[in-house]
């Protein structure tokens, strides 16, 4: 599945836009994690390395990492850069579910 359809689902998105060699990023790892945890199946997170994807992060303007956008029939309907705490996320994921 490319990127595009995947953004297309009828079901929430969440697109961690990050690097390896970012601390930050590092950071947001864990808290996806404990996201997809406690949503399961309501929502898809995925990771996408602007590194080896220089495309994607052109396309919707990804300037620092970590940049999270969430996505849904392939609007986008929040974004934000830097690191997100998990309630916050939780919270932003349960709102377009």
């Known amino acids: 599945m490319t990127f595009n359809e995947m953004i297309q689902s009828d079901k929430p998105v969440l697109v961690d836009f990050f690097a390896e060699w970012c601390g930050p990023c590092k950071m947001m790892a864990p808290i996806l994690k404990e996201v997809k945890k406690e949503l399961g199946d309501t929502a898809t997170i995925v990771k996408v390395d602007v590194d080896k994807s220089p495309g994607a992060a052109t396309a919707y303007h990804v300037q620092g990492v970590p940049t999270l956008i969430l996505f849904k029939a392939g609007k986008i309907l ?20």
């Open 78 to 97: 929040w974004r934000q850069s830097g690191v997100v705490d998990k309630n916050t996320l939780t919270a932003v994921l349960k709102q377009f579910s």
